[in-house]
Antibody, heavy 116, light 107 residues
């Protein structure tokens, strides 16, 4: 099933930037579309980005479009999320997720807190 | 954007009871509907894919049905370990979306 391990979360001021990383292992990373999904404290799940297996296709919902950038390095089995112009409402646990048939593998999540 | 509406929001259930969670899509999504279980302080876990397909390692008491716009997750003979929040998710069209969740509590 594979393993996904996120890193890079932390406390950042409004307007600041943060880069999340996800290290994948136990499966052929380059075969899979990948996503970032977030969950604000006590709230539901929100999908925030999606990238094709080659990295050529990316998609974002309106809530993060223009501020977040997803990327991947298949040689390093790694997924990234560059988050700029962060807002308080971006505070959440961010999950790295493998988009197979449904989201069939999730990381443990990394917490991002946007606060002054 | 396809909106997924789950019901109920909360359910308190006695062990061995049957639990039914529904998910209604605002547009036709075929069978591109998946179900997840999330226990407190854990990542979500895939329970059912493509509306009714079982997942290896998931207990057989979990099943899914439906197509088009109306979907159901059924837990037969609820066990204490099934206390969790359950989410539906559609992968029919971008942006992918999730339902608001159904919290199942054990009485």
């Amino acid at each position: 099933q594979g393993q996904l391990v996120e890193s890079g979360g932390g406390l950042v001021k409004p307007g600041g930037s943060l880069r999340l990383s996800c290290a994948a292992s136990g499966f052929t990373f380059s075969d899979y579309y990948m996503s970032w999904i977030r969950q604000a404290p006590g709230k539901g799940l929100e999908w925030v980005s999606y990238i094709s297996s080659s990295g050529s296709t990316k998609y974002y919902p309106d809530s993060v479009k223009g501020r977040f950038t997803i990327s991947r390095d298949n040689a390093k089995n790694s997924l990234y999320l560059q988050m700029n112009s962060l807002r308080a409402e971006d505070s959440a646990v961010y999950y790295c997720a493998r988009a197979g048939a449904g989201i069939d593998s999730w990381g443990q999540g990394t917490l991002v807190t946007v606060s002054s | 954007e396809i909106v997924l509406t789950q019901s109920p929001d909360f359910q308190s259930v006695t062990p061995k009871e049957k639990v039914t969670v529904t998910c209604r899509a605002s547009q036709h999504i075929g069978s591109s509907l998946h179900w997840y279980q999330q226990k407190p302080d854990q990542s979500p876990n895939l329970l059912i894919k493509y509306a009714s397909q079982s997942i290896s390692g998931v207990p057989s008491r979990f099943s899914g049905s439906g197509s088009g716009t109306d979907f159901t997750l059924t837990i037969n003979s609820l066990e204490a370990e099934d206390a969790a929040t359950y989410y539906c998710h559609q992968s029919s069209s971008l942006p992918f979306t999730f339902g608001g969740g159904t919290k199942v509590e054990i009485k």
